[in-house]
């Protein structure tokens, strides 16, 4: 499920890839330096002098003493989702002063201990990601964070769907198989693109101890031209269904358990190509989308997937910070 902690939070938002380049404090820093930077930069939080940073280097240190405080572990842990939320801070021509980011900080600390609160302190964080973009009002910005957290677990596994699954393609369409025994059959509130999400993010993915740093997202639009016929699909690496003959189709796409198995098996195809070289792949957020063709009838129609896929890099584990 798609969780949304902040309730002023836009839904469209968590949807937004923030790929924009990341600040580097060097390509030949050690992992124990950027800990330091870290370290260093939580004790500049505090001060009053004035100083300022742009909204990169802000992003980078933010996101970076996020994950080091409360996401450095060994990533095992199972049913895995995605969280998301947001706040306002206050910036001069691209840049934001210490003072405001220390109230930033201490903003999504909090949110990030209200939702272990709400999930009984039985939840690990993976990743803590941050996203800054313009607001609407002038001086203004907002930082999106998206939070990865799951279970402890060692038993983390890949699981293909059952026989018999059966999803609506996306926007919380609900099961569509015919079996009324199916554990799923009366579940009207997930969809397929949550159910990959879901399998994806819970699968085994060899993974390092320690923290994140430099996290981005791209968005992935592969599958056009895939095409639909009824009764009959055609492969790509991520669902898109179109026809013609009326604005929408009669029923939403539903995709089985093979259709479905097919798109999972495809996801570290796509999750390869899109990532850049060297970058670990973190998360995965998947929905539906209704797409348009531009310059045709409204007899067209088109369904389709959207990947938003999270990478960065990760720093070997330290002791977490005493200050």
């Known amino acids: 499920m798609k969780y949304i902690m902040g309730l002023s939070m836009c839904a469209f938002v968590a949807f937004t890839a923030c790929n924009k380049d990341q600040y580097n404090i060097s390509e030949s820093s050690s992992d124990s330096q950027i800990t330091q930077k870290l370290i260093d930069f939580k004790k500049t939080l505090n001060a009053k002098d004035g100083s300022t940073l742009t909204l990169d280097s802000a992003k980078w240190y933010l996101e970076g003493l996020l994950n080091y405080e409360n996401a450095n572990n060994n990533h095992e842990m199972g049913e895995v989702n995605l969280y998301y939320d947001s706040i306002i801070i206050n910036t001069v021509t691209n840049e934001v002063s210490n003072s405001e980011l220390f109230v930033a900080y201490s903003s999504l600390v ?174 995965v957020d998947i929905y539906g989308v209704f797409l348009g063709f531009s310059g045709q009838p409204v007899s067209h129609w088109s369904r389709g997937h959207h990947y938003n896929i999270f990478y960065g890099d990760i720093v070997s584990q330290l002791p977490n910070p005493t200050n």
């Open 110 to 283: 909090k949110k990030l201990q209200e939702l272990n609160n709400e999930e009984n302190n039985q939840i690990k964080f993976n990743m803590i990601s941050l996203c800054i973009k313009p607001s609407s009002i002038s001086d203004e910005h907002k930082i999106i964070m998206t939070v990865s957290a799951g279970k402890e677990s060692k038993t983390m596994k890949f699981v293909p769907f059952a026989a018999g699954d059966a999803w609506i393609f996306g926007y919380g369409g609900g099961c569509c198989t015919t079996d009324p025994y199916n554990p799923n059959y009366w579940d009207r509130t997930s969809d397929a693109a949550e159910q990959l999400q879901y399998k994806i993010n819970n699968s085994i993915r060899s993974q390092k101890t320690g923290y994140y740093i430099n996290i981005s997202s791209i968005i992935v639009t592969e599958g056009q031209w895939d095409q639909y016929y009824p009764g009959r699909w055609t492969p790509s690496t991520i669902f898109l269904a179109n026809g013609t003959g009326a604005y929408a189709p009669e029923s939403e796409p539903c995709l089985n358990d093979v259709e479905l198995n097919y798109y999972l098996g495809k996801f570290e195809q796509v999750a390869t190509n899109a990532i850049p070289h060297g970058k670990s792949f973190l998360n």
